[in-house]
């Protein structure tokens, strides 16, 4: 079984602050964890993605998150907020044999507000 | 980038009509899948293929069908729409690796 909490359903940061959007997932095995961003009226967005490598991952537009077995965690970071990253981000967690099948766990989403 | 196609994009329509939400993608990916989301809220998968002729419901109780009849073609059928079936629907594909989920543009129905 696998499943995925994000703490915080909305963040509030200032334009050029540090953002922190936290996730923890719970998983009997290895998992494939990811971050996607949707912005209004569109689609998901992969930001960022881990798969057993480095723990530390760099994605697009500046994000990155670092994944912690000890804690279970998978905190999206961005060490400056950019008005356009106002937008949804959800954390997804799979399992699964390497080219299996396997169904993703998405949270529930952190809504990200940028102050000017 | 990923190709993925859904169409239409934003479709009103009444209540008791039938519909098709369609879905698209030229990666030849097997795994697909549906996607419930109301406004600001999760996703709640409805439905997922493995392949062609494979079709599964999800955690989501949903009132529509799919087939999968090409890998690239996933469409999305409700027989009588309500008004509660008012949502955003999202398609997405995979493939066999890396794990990553590719998302359409989503279509958003209102049924008055």
């Known amino acids: 079984a696998q499943s995925v909490t994000q703490l915080d359903s909305h963040v509030s940061v200032s334009e050029g602050t540090p953002v922190l959007l936290r996730c923890n997932y719970s998983?009997?095995?290895?998992?494939?964890l990811f971050w996607y961003v949707q912005h209004p009226n569109k689609g998901l967005q992969l930001l960022l993605k881990?798969?057993?490598?480095?723990?530390l991952v760099k994605g697009i537009n500046g994000f990155e998150a670092e994944f912690k077995k000890s804690e279970t965690s998978f905190h999206l970071t961005k060490p400056s907020a950019h008005m356009s990253d106002a937008a949804e981000y959800f954390c997804v967690v799979s399992v699964g044999p390497s080219g299996g099948s396997y169904i993703p766990t998405f949270g529930r989403g952190t809504s990200l507000i940028v102050h000017p | 980038e990923a190709d993925i196609y859904q169409t239409p994009r934003y479709l009103v329509i009444g209540t008791g009509k039938k519909i098709t939400l369609e879905c698209s993608q030229t990666?030849?990916?097997?795994?697909m899948y549906w996607y419930q989301q109301d406004p600001g809220m999760e996703l709640h998968l409805i439905h997922y293929?493995?392949?062609?002729?494979?079709?599964e419901k999800g955690d989501l109780s949903s009132e529509s069908t799919v087939s999968r009849i090409r890998t690239e073609h996933f469409p999305l059928t409700l027989e009588s729409a309500r008004p509660s079936h008012t949502s955003q629907y999202l398609c997405a594909s995979r493939g066999p690796q890396p794990d990553t989920q590719y998302f359409g543009p989503g279509t958003r129905l209102t049924v008055l």
């Open positions: 881990y798969t057993s490598a480095a723990t």
């Open positions: 998983s009997s095995y290895s998992p494939s």
């Open positions: 990666m030849g990916h097997d795994k």
């Open positions: 293929s493995y392949g062609v002729n494979s079709t």
